[in-house]
């Protein structure tokens, strides 16, 4: 008996992969791979002296503190834009959604100087926040976690958003019918639906703050020890010719991204098995 081939409009798997493998290799692999071929040329000693740096041990902290905090901020606050725009109706709601992709659209540097003018002490919002209730926004920290929320807000939005599309309201109604409360209908029959979803923004809106500049370096102030980024060390390197120094950094900024990714990867995974979405 003949075997029949099944039809695929793409070409075989051979081709495929090869091709795959190829593009990956010229956009991604290769590049990363340059990192670690650069920073061989430093002995270990001089290695963990660049990458332990007081200021650089400082932008760390502050880089993947104040990512985590953006992700989860945004996490929640997403999570909320969501469900209002896939559940109600009400003026202006094409606006709003048309909005939330406007951090994607606008270059990175328009949005730290507008963020920036927003905030400082003399600016629209910032006159207000630091002189009457003391709080520093542009030029510290804080600053620096709003501009990632700012920038991280949409993939949390628009990747729970189709899972809330495609949830049918008829399981609300089926949990009220059987005695649950609101509460009750969303942490048990809801969030773990939406988790794997709301996980994949939480990643991408980490992934995204942890190499944001543009949008940054405006409203941090870059103050030694307090409000420099990461990446800002990366870019002074550079800019010294110290390109096995900027590589180090890059490097442990590399290691710590994909351990960290490849955690919350593997909780999404863990709870889409549980929701029975992944098999």
Do not use: C, H
Request: aromatic content about 12%.
């Amino acid at each position: 008996m003949s075997s029949v081939k099944s039809f695929s409009v793409l070409p075989g798997f051979g081709l495929s992969m090869g091709f795959t493998l190829v593009y990956l290799s010229l956009i991604i692999l290769i590049p990363l791979s340059a990192v670690f071929i650069i920073t061989s040329a430093l002995t270990w000693t001089e290695f963990w002296a660049v990458v332990t740096a007081p200021r650089v041990v400082a932008s760390y902290k502050l880089s993947f503190g104040a990512s985590l905090g953006a992700a989860a901020i945004n996490s929640v606050f997403g999570l909320m834009l969501a469900w209002v725009l896939v559940r109600y109706s009400f003026p202006g709601k094409k606006i709003v959604d048309a909005l939330i992709d406007l951090p994607f659209a606008l270059p990175t540097a328009v949005a730290g100087i507008s963020l920036t003018a927003l905030y400082a002490p003399n600016g629209w919002l910032g006159q207000f926040i630091q002189g009457s209730l003391g709080i520093k926004v542009a030029f510290a920290p804080l600053g620096v976690l709003v501009a990632l929320v700012f920038i991280g807000l949409p993939f949390v939005v628009r990747t729970v958003q189709p899972v809330l599309q495609d949830l049918e309201t008829e399981l609300e109604e089926a949990a009220s019918s059987l005695g649950a409360n609101r509460w009750q209908t969303f942490r048990y029959v809801l969030m773990p639906i939406l988790l794997p979803a709301l996980m994949t923004g939480f990643a991408l809106a980490f992934a995204r703050a942890v190499g944001e500049y543009g949008s940054v370096i405006f409203i941090a102030g870059n103050i030694p020890m307090v409000s420099e980024i990461t990446p800002l060390m990366i870019i002074t390197k550079l800019e010294q010719y110290d390109y096995t120094g900027a590589t180090a950094i890059a490097a442990v900024m590399l290691v710590v991204s994909f351990v960290m990714l490849l955690i919350i990867n593997a909780l999404q995974s863990w709870a889409g098995k549980r929701t029975g979405r992944n098999k």
